[in-house]
């Protein structure tokens, strides 16, 4: 369901199935993420279509975020997250980041319209500012909850978690939201209006080749804090800019790969275990 996502039909085949042998009913903020993804079937080579003329068609497989946003109460807690009459969050099926998430608009006169035009409206673009904080805010708590331990940065907080008795006042930890990029795809290829909520590290075996990796490490990738955007933001232009092109570029470290993805991804797994354990941004590259 990401910008940018292989295979759409699977993708809306796989909306369909769940939505069939999923029960109704609301669901819990957390549950779902403490939850196991549903498995996927192996799917192709993603990326805008050189034949454009149906990917974008009403009900074609570009639609697949339709029915989440139609009937959230279709859908198992593994994928909905929560919903309430503005908007639904959800996993994102082909997650690029260990944490993955978006957050779909329910409003009709936004849904379809690109994010840039969309967020011309300062009180729509408000809500979404807000919404997408207590996303980030969710998201930043299950991060803690997985990789807590393992965090340098956390010790003490965990420490004083497993104290006997605890302490009046946990200390503050971490800043787990720090490690959360909240923002759109400047040429998104879902026809509805998504924000991805994700976690930095671009661990995941969904993450196959450089459209999916640059997408979320260049500016094709638009901070939601960043709108309203100027009119004469390059952001605007990602085509001409050539984001999805560049060359490979550690996230974390900065370290040029030039156009091999295979060292990348092996890079990307030793920078994901300092990460998770230490956070320290500052420490030279692998």
């Known amino acids: 369901m990401a910008d940018d996502s292989p295979n759409l039909e699977d993708q809306a085949a796989a909306?369909?199935?769940v939505a069939a042998e999923s029960k109704s009913g609301k669901r819990d903020a957390?549950?779902?993420l403490l939850a196991p993804k549903p498995k996927h079937a192996k799917y192709a080579k993603d990326g805008p279509s050189k034949d454009t003329s149906n990917k974008r068609a009403i009900g074609g497989p570009r639609d697949g975020l339709g029915a989440y946003?139609?009937?959230p109460?279709?859908?198992p807690s593994s994928i909905v997250v929560y919903h309430n009459d503005d908007f639904v969050a959800i996993h994102d099926l082909f997650p690029k980041s260990t944490l993955h998430l978006l957050l779909l608009p329910r409003d009709s006169s936004k849904t379809r319209l690109h994010p840039f035009?969309?967020?011309?409206?300062p009180e729509f673009l408000k809500k979404v500012k807000e919404e997408t904080k207590k996303l980030r805010s969710l998201a930043a708590a299950e991060l803690r909850r997985r990789?807590?331990?393992s965090s340098a940065q956390d010790k003490a907080r965990q420490e004083a978690l497993s104290a006997d008795p605890p302490p009046d006042e946990l200390p503050q930890g971490r800043n787990w939201e720090q490690e959360i990029m909240c923002g759109i795809h400047a040429h998104?290829?879902?026809n509805h209006l998504h924000i991805h909520v994700i976690s930095v590290d671009r661990y995941s075996d969904r993450l196959k080749h450089k459209k999916h990796y640059n997408s979320f490490s260049t500016p094709f990738f638009v901070p939601i804090d960043d709108f309203p955007l100027a009119q004469n933001d390059v952001r605007r232009h990602p085509t001409s800019e050539g984001y999805l092109r560049r060359d490979y570029t550690c996230w974390r470290c900065g370290r040029d790969f030039g156009n091999r993805?295979?060292?990348l991804k092996i890079h990307l797994e030793k920078e994901f275990d300092e990460w998770k354990r230490l956070d320290l941004w500052s420490q030279a590259c692998w």
Not at 117 to 121: L, N, S, T, V, Y
């Open 15 to 17: 909306a369909a199935t």
């Open 30 to 32: 957390f549950a779902e």
């Open 69 to 71: 946003i139609a009937k």
């Open 73 to 75: 109460e279709s859908f």
């Open 117 to 121: 035009e969309a967020f011309e409206d």
């Open 147 to 149: 990789y807590g331990k």
């Open 188 to 190: 998104p290829s879902m």
């Open 261 to 263: 993805f295979s060292e």
